[in-house]
């Protein structure tokens, strides 16, 4: 047996994704880092986008709780973002209110029933809602899609398995500046914190196949 086909085998046992108490989260995919010329541009984001459109449908048809989360770095909130990287600060770059914090246009547009949480670090969960919202919907997997791989969605996916959720982590749902910190992160997310799955499987899995 393949060193892979054991990694998949080993997952599938670890557990199954459940569509009746799963949740999709979407990270990050704002235009600071989706348009073009962006300060924080990762062009690799743009090319989830078809795929990850596909796993929107398929959750809202299944009825599978949609969350948006999108990072605000405004002061004072920013804290030490703003000191490692201040010209987000001078640029005012992902603060809410402004064309960089809103979600990009080239996404499918959230609708009225669904979430939206926002942060002020790289982790969903830190100082926010979002697990209050998880167990109030009765969620214990998380589908983590978005940007960037080794940094929001990573982080993310880390403080999830610390708070006893299942995380079934996109491999072409997510995307990184560079493809080895993208490769390097789902070996990580793979051997520790959860499953790394295609969107494809997430699907078929969700349908019950």
């Given amino acids: 047996m393949s060193?892979?086909?054991?990694?998949?085998?080993?997952?599938?046992?670890?557990?199954?994704?459940?569509?009746?108490?799963?949740?999709?989260?979407?990270?990050?995919?704002?235009?600071?880092f989706l348009e073009p010329g962006a300060m924080l541009e990762a062009p690799m984001g743009r090319a989830i986008i078809p795929q990850l459109a596909k796993l929107i449908e398929v959750c809202r048809g299944l009825d599978v709780p949609v969350i948006w989360a999108r990072l605000d770095?405004?002061?004072?909130?920013?804290?030490l973002l703003l000191d490692k990287y201040p010209s987000l600060r001078e640029q005012r770059?992902?603060?809410?209110?402004?064309?960089?914090f809103e979600l990009f246009s080239g996404l499918p547009s959230p609708r009225e029933d669904e979430f939206h949480i926002v942060k002020h670090k790289y982790d969903a969960f830190h100082r926010t809602d979002l697990d209050t919202l998880l167990r109030?919907?009765?969620?214990?997997?998380?589908?983590?899609?978005?940007?960037?791989?080794n940094c929001?969605?990573?982080?993310?996916?880390?403080?999830?398995?610390?708070?006893?959720?299942?995380?079934?982590?996109?491999?072409?749902?997510?995307?990184?500046?560079?493809?080895?910190?993208?490769?390097?992160?789902?070996?990580?997310?793979?051997?520790?914190?959860?499953?790394?799955?295609?969107?494809?499987?997430?699907?078929?899995?969700?349908?019950?196949?």
């Fill in 73 to 79: 770095t405004s002061a004072p909130y920013g804290g």
């Fill in 152 to 209: 929001c969605c990573e982080s993310t996916a880390r403080s999830a398995f610390e708070h006893d959720y299942k995380v079934a982590f996109t491999s072409d749902g997510t995307a990184a500046f560079e493809q080895r910190l993208h490769d390097t992160t789902l070996d990580t997310i793979r051997e520790l914190f959860g499953r790394v799955l295609t969107i494809a499987a997430v699907i078929e899995e969700l349908n019950g196949s």
């Fill in 3 to 32: 060193a892979a086909r054991e990694a998949t085998q080993v997952g599938e046992a670890f557990f199954r994704i459940q569509r009746e108490t799963s949740a999709l989260l979407i990270i990050d995919m704002q235009n600071a």
């Fill in 93 to 100: 770059v992902l603060y809410k209110g402004t064309h960089s």
């Fill in 136 to 149: 109030n919907i009765g969620t214990d997997t998380v589908i983590i899609t978005g940007v960037t791989t």
